[in-house]
């Protein structure tokens, strides 16, 4: 276990918000996990800080979860259980998943943080959500500092959501064990340009393909933290009722939508802040991303504060005109 003091967190969140914390802990092992508890029971877990905004120092340690480890639990004919530990960071886990031939993360390609934190918030694209390949997961039971084992039913996922989530000072995972197809595997390709993609290339869907053209997509459409600083997807697509859906198409006939279920519509967040006129705006050192205005980015220097200070402004600007309040999908600290 190694203790930091004064440490900048700037290295730890992809904004690159230089913040600086009392005390992180970086743990290697489950043991490390439980002495951190015991010597500091009040302590935050960082995981990749890849969906987080600090927008003030924290005030207690921090646990950054280093374990590492992919291994096969169980496998049959047609599918593999997989077991990652939380350490893992998720792009080098779909990479050794799609390296094997074994299907169902393969949408979820390039997507930054660490296999840990990939069930807090239910990660997802191109039609894939974790919740589709999530078999259980170990998690501490910080109260008793006792493990346990936590199967599909109790992780409540929704939405970019789940128990860990709305429970934050509950459970630390600690391993995830994901069900996975070795063949008869069941691609979702007709989402974004994944089809054309495949068609141009002149490759057959398999998991090695499919997480080739998401990782195309994804670097032409999202900048590189590493170049420039962002969160990925700052907003939650959100879900509307039918009847309000119906009322917007009459004066945006072009609005894309999805359905939600239940007489609901989802509704792309990027078309709504993009009709706000504020694709590529900018004010100081953060802005909306000129590719893409899911995204909000730091230019340089940006202070968290400011970051949510213009996250702010853009749900204003889409409330005013659609009546549609857009829930932040980063959990602001």
């Known amino acids: 276990m190694k203790i930091h003091e004064n440490i900048s967190l700037k290295p730890y969140n992809t904004f690159g918000i230089d913040l600086k914390a009392p005390l992180l802990i970086e743990a290697e092992s489950e043991a490390d996990i439980l002495e951190a508890l015991k010597l500091y029971p009040n302590l935050k877990v960082l995981g990749g800080g890849s969906n987080i905004l600090l927008t003030q120092a924290p005030e207690v340690p921090l646990l950054h979860i280093t374990q590492k480890g992919i291994s096969v639990a169980h496998e049959i004919d047609e599918f593999v259980w997989v077991r990652a530990a939380a350490g893992e960071l998720w792009s080098d886990f779909v990479d050794y998943c799609v390296a094997q031939g074994y299907g169902g993360v393969e949408n979820l390609a390039l997507i930054y943080g660490t296999v840990g934190a990939a069930p807090v918030q239910n990660i997802g694209a191109y039609g894939v959500e974790l919740k589709d390949v999530f078999k259980s997961c170990e998690a501490i039971y910080r109260e008793s500092r006792s493990k346990i084992n936590l199967e599909m039913g109790g992780c409540t996922f929704g939405y970019r959501d789940s128990i860990?989530?709305?429970?934050?000072?509950?459970?630390?995972?600690?391993?995830?064990?994901?069900?996975?197809?070795?063949?008869?595997?069941?691609?979702?390709?007709?989402?974004?340009?994944?089809?054309?993609?495949?068609?141009?290339?002149?490759?057959?869907?398999?998991?090695?393909?499919?997480?080739?053209?998401?990782?195309?997509i994804r670097r032409s459409k999202l900048p590189n933290p590493v170049e420039l600083g962002n969160s990925g997807s700052f907003f939650k697509n959100p879900v509307i009722p039918q009847a309000q859906f119906l009322e917007l198409q009459k004066r945006y006939p072009d609005m894309p939508h999805y359905s939600a279920g239940d007489d609901q519509e989802k509704i792309p967040a990027a078309y709504l802040i993009e009709s706000c006129e504020?694709?590529?705006?900018?004010?100081?050192?953060?802005?909306?991303?000129?590719?893409?205005?899911?995204?909000?980015?730091?230019?340089?220097?940006a202070t968290g504060t400011e970051l949510l200070a213009l996250a702010r402004y853009v749900q204003e600007q889409v409330k005013k005109r659609f009546g549609i309040l857009m829930e932040m999908e980063v959990n602001v600290w």
């Open 278 to 301: 504020l694709k590529g705006y900018r004010i100081g050192a953060v802005g909306v991303h000129k590719g893409q205005p899911l995204v909000l980015v730091n230019y340089g220097g």
């Open 164 to 216: 860990f989530k709305q429970r934050k000072d509950t459970y630390i995972i600690t391993s995830v064990t994901f069900c996975l197809t070795k063949q008869n595997h069941q691609f979702k390709t007709h989402y974004g340009d994944i089809r054309a993609r495949l068609a141009a290339h002149g490759w057959e869907e398999s998991p090695e393909h499919i997480a080739q053209v998401v990782k195309e």
